[in-house]
């Protein structure tokens, strides 16, 4: 093989490499047994008790969104969010509709660990896993509302601020520019507690 064919094997590579990776940016253990027949208006409009009993509360969902507000208690942090669909051109992640929909699409969850205040940003871009619960009171803006809530395990945010994630790709030939993103998990943050604490350690 030539030098000129060499090259242009390689620029292909490099150019389908995006597509290759655009996929959700837990490991499969996080994502397993996540609701299949999950929609989010579905389980919106949901009565908190249903006769089912699985509409609203009990399923492990992943959800994506836009963060509206933050907050914490004696759990974890609350987060109000924008619910938004997930897509994977030309970038993987959450994006903004171009056509405003009809109805409330905010949610709230709980992520029972710690986040970096950077991550908390209103605006940022969002993925979470966690399982349904109802409904939950929740102040928005000063206003008391009544929530579809979930208990996050996993959440991976970007830290877009009011920008879209596709806003950081540059021209042609430019790359990507840097867009700060991480993977935040409950049980990785509690391992990591216990293999660091003094009696973990040895130390009494």
């Given at each position: 093989?030539n030098?000129?064919?060499?090259?242009?094997?390689?620029?292909?590579?490099w150019?389908?490499l995006?597509?290759?990776?655009?996929?959700s940016?837990?490991?499969?253990k996080?994502?397993?047994?996540?609701?299949?027949?999950f929609h989010?208006?579905?389980w919106?409009?949901?009565?908190?008790?249903?006769?089912?009993?699985?509409?609203?509360?009990?399923?492990?969902?992943?959800?994506?969104?836009?963060?509206?507000?933050?907050?914490?208690?004696g759990k974890g942090?609350?987060?109000?969010?924008?619910?938004l669909?997930?897509?994977?051109?030309?970038?993987?992640?959450?994006a903004?509709?171009?056509?405003?929909?009809?109805?409330?699409?905010?949610?709230?969850?709980?992520?029972?660990g710690?986040?970096?205040l950077?991550?908390l940003?209103?605006?940022?871009?969002?993925?979470m896993?966690?399982?349904?619960?109802?409904?939950?009171?929740v102040?928005?803006?000063g206003?008391?509302?009544?929530?579809?809530?979930l208990v996050?395990?996993?959440?991976?945010?970007?830290?877009t601020?009011?920008?879209e994630?596709?806003?950081?790709?540059?021209?042609?030939?430019g790359?990507?520019?840097?867009?700060?993103?991480?993977?935040?998990?409950?049980d990785?943050?509690?391992?990591?507690?216990?293999?660091?604490s003094?009696?973990?350690?040895?130390f009494?």
């Amino acid at each position: 093989m030539n030098t000129r064919h060499l090259m242009a094997l390689v620029a292909t590579v490099w150019a389908l490499l995006p597509a290759c990776t655009a996929s959700s940016p837990f490991p499969p253990k996080v994502t397993e047994n996540l609701d299949p027949t999950f929609h989010f208006e579905a389980w919106r409009d949901a009565s908190p008790r249903t006769e089912a009993g699985k509409a609203d509360s009990g399923s492990k969902v992943e959800l994506a969104g836009r963060i509206v507000q933050t907050s914490t208690n004696g759990k974890g942090i609350i987060i109000v969010a924008e619910q938004l669909p997930i897509v994977k051109h030309p970038v993987y992640g959450p994006a903004e509709l171009a056509q405003k929909r009809a109805g409330d699409y905010e949610f709230a969850f709980l992520y029972p660990g710690e986040l970096d205040l950077q991550a908390l940003r209103i605006g940022n871009k969002f993925i979470m896993v966690g399982t349904t619960s109802g409904r939950k009171p929740v102040i928005v803006n000063g206003v008391p509302k009544s929530e579809p809530y979930l208990v996050a395990n996993c959440i991976h945010v970007w830290q877009t601020g009011r920008s879209e994630i596709a806003d950081f790709k540059e021209g042609v030939g430019g790359g990507y520019s840097p867009l700060p993103e991480k993977t935040y998990c409950v049980d990785q943050q509690e391992n990591f507690l216990k293999r660091s604490s003094p009696t973990a350690s040895g130390f009494n």
